[in-house]
């Protein structure tokens, strides 16, 4: 068997794997299932890297990048397609895919350009609110989707200023005071619903609406959550195209250059203040859009949803995945959403587990479980 | 060779002072074109501060600087770049996580296209031009050494001390610089070493025409082998300026660097 052909087996086998886990992971009701298929999955990740396979395997995943891409969309299109009637675990999916793209963008600020941003759940809640709004008014909902992002970026284009005079701590600490004040500006402004919230109108695509479930034949009816999980699995999917297009492009590299040595950078031309301010605003923009389709989705929103502390989930997908790693958050926003919504026992407990597991991280693995590859501008291509 | 006198950089009366340190006192300094000068002084004399005001790091307290006629003495460094003016840092600062590619093609910032549209629409016009600096960087690679020149895709953190100086001499000359600094390339290497680099560095000057250089440095023996002439700073002042020979036998030269009376 060629190389090539064995590559490919071992995606489509590893997609095939995944798609039945994920099923499996999310069907099972009982605790003590739950507990037993991730440490089977524990067990069989590290029997792996133990045996040198995992290498292997990543070998050959970075060899058919494109194939990579298509077999986990079928898998995840699988996955979706098998709980097509059950409103629960759609919803779940939903949500590790808007977060997802939602951490895509503080990956971009904070993996790529190494602006922190501990107010990501702010420019979330901007971009519901922004649904909120406008989600009465019969403006087309695709249309306010994007509203919601560019409304975060504008609001974003405020914190930058501040952001740009300050460097590491100070900076974190302004985006912390912005989303603090984000969230008592909402409870105090009534137009927006204070602290009770607003209701939202759901999703409606050229008389398509949404809310309602989708009768196929006289016996299959799909879930109104399927018209909300395909949205968002498109929506990651662009996301995780710009994304890459930005990684490996000049403007990544110089992403790059004003994290790793500002003073290095700005000898070399390097505009500081131009870079950060984009990647910023596009960090803002992607997690905007994300919070409109989520508040459309939920059809009911209130400022308790975007505290700090969800802000701080939000980084530490960021850092759990690795930071600039689009697969790593990918793989974190899947574990830390729905970890604590299967496995009931721990989550009471899911803040503290949270602060341990984000130690264990920093202290063993600080470049995040599926960390950053080199840049290779090109797939495939090595001069 | 006969070269064209022309006056690639005037510092007159720079000044830069940290509190009440005096770090540069009133610097005079001409280069002209192909011109190699050596900086030299002991410890904090001043020597790195001049590199960072020109390459505007610092602003200047006083006096001015001209650059190929212009007066750039308030440039950002950005701007300074662009006009052509490139260096090496004294403790190198290379990106360590990002490949030897990566890190040369931040020096030639100038000539990419940054766009928006372009880097993330025109993704085939992009990639011909990644594909056309990338001859361009591993040519330039190969005159320091073709082994390096193999390894473009590999992190710099991974690399012995003089690969990581190679690297960010040719970040600098992959910009097509009219003057390039360099400061104290040979701090951590090994005499062979250095005498290596120093080749390197004429034999690329023999390439780019016109390519003038200030070198700051201790190692005397690469002083006198490369610069047409020296210039002696103590406590921020220039004390002495000529051919090597005459600096070393100068009396305050001496003082300066084994203390006086």
Request: charge should be neutral; hydrophobic fraction near 50%.
């Amino acid at each position: 068997m060629t190389q090539s052909l064995k590559d490919k087996l071992i995606i489509l086998l590893l997609a095939a794997l995944g798609a039945a886990f994920l099923v499996t992971f999310i069907a099972i009701e009982e605790q003590a299932e739950i507990f037993a298929l991730l440490v089977f999955a524990g067990v069989l990740i590290i029997a792996s890297a133990k045996l040198g396979l995992t290498d292997k395997i990543s070998q050959s995943l970075s060899r058919n990048e494109r194939l990579l891409n298509l077999s986990s969309i079928a898998a995840m299109l699988v996955v979706i397609f098998w709980f097509h009637e059950d409103h629960f675990p759609l919803l779940m999916i939903a949500t590790v895919l808007l977060y997802v793209v939602a951490c895509c963008g503080l990956n971009m600020q904070f993996g790529y350009t190494g602006v922190v941003n501990f107010a990501g759940a702010a420019f979330f809640g901007v971009g519901c609110y922004t649904a909120a709004v406008l989600g009465g008014t019969g403006t087309p909902l695709l249309l306010v989707i994007a509203l919601g992002g560019v409304m975060a970026a504008i609001v974003g284009s405020i914190l930058i200023i501040p952001v740009l005079r300050t460097r590491g701590h100070y900076a974190a600490v302004v985006t912390i005071a912005f989303g603090l004040l984000f969230r008592t500006f909402l409870e105090v402004n009534d137009t927006l619903g204070g602290p009770q919230g607003l209701p939202v109108s759901g999703m409606n695509l050229f008389g398509w609406d949404f809310n309602s479930n989708i009768q196929i034949t006289e016996n299959i009816e799909f879930s109104f959550y399927m018209n909300y999980v395909i949205l968002a699995l498109i929506m990651v999917i662009l996301t995780f195209i710009l994304m890459r297009r930005i990684e490996r492009s000049w403007i990544g590299l110089n992403f790059d250059a004003v994290r790793l040595d500002e003073t290095a950078a700005a000898c070399y031309g390097i505009n500081i203040k131009r870079w950060k301010i984009l990647s910023f605003t596009l960090g803002n923009f992607l997690a905007g859009i994300a919070g409109a389709l989520f508040a459309m989705m939920l059809g009911f929103i209130a400022p308790s949803n975007f505290a700090f502390s969800d802000s701080l989930i939000l980084v530490s997908i960021v850092l759990l995945g690795g930071m600039g790693s689009i697969w790593g958050t990918i793989l974190a926003a899947g574990l830390v959403v729905l970890l604590p919504e299967k496995l009931q026992v721990i989550q009471e407990y899911r803040f503290l587990l949270y602060a341990v597991v984000m130690i264990l991280i920093l202290l063993f693995r600080p470049q995040g479980v599926l960390p950053r590859n080199l840049r290779s501008y090109i797939p495939g291509w090595r001069g | 060779m006969e070269q064209q006198q022309e006056t690639v950089l005037a510092f007159k009366g720079l000044t830069r002072r940290f509190g009440g340190v005096v770090a540069l006192n009133e610097f005079d300094m001409e280069l002209t074109n192909g011109q190699i000068v050596g900086l030299i002084g002991p410890n904090g004399s001043g020597k790195t501060t001049s590199f960072n005001v020109l390459t505007g790091i610092y602003e200047a307290n006083g006096g001015s600087i001209e650059f190929l006629g212009q007066d750039i003495t308030s440039w950002p460094a950005q701007k300074v770049y662009e006009a052509g003016v490139a260096r090496t840092f004294q403790r190198s600062r290379l990106c360590l996580e990002l490949s030897i590619f990566d890190n040369i093609m931040i020096g030639a910032h100038k000539r990419l296209n940054h766009g928006f549209m372009f880097n993330v629409f025109k993704r085939k016009a992009l990639q011909q031009q990644i594909k056309e600096n990338y001859d361009e960087a591993r040519k330039l690679l190969t005159i320091f050494d073709p082994e390096l020149a193999d390894k473009m895709f590999e992190p710099v953190g991974s690399l012995r001390m003089i690969d990581r100086r190679r690297i960010e001499i040719c970040r600098a000359l992959i910009s097509h610089p009219r003057l390039l600094l360099l400061d104290e390339p040979s701090a951590g290497m090994t005499h062979e070493e250095t005498r290596e680099l120093m080749d390197d560095i004429l034999e690329v000057r023999e390439m780019i025409d016109g390519l003038s250089i200030i070198l700051v440095e201790h190692e005397m023996g690469m002083i006198e082998r490369v610069t047409d002439k020296c210039i002696v700073l103590n406590f921020g002042q220039k004390i002495c300026e000529g051919a090597y020979r005459e600096v070393a036998s100068n009396k305050l030269v001496q003082e300066a660097y084994l203390g006086g009376e």
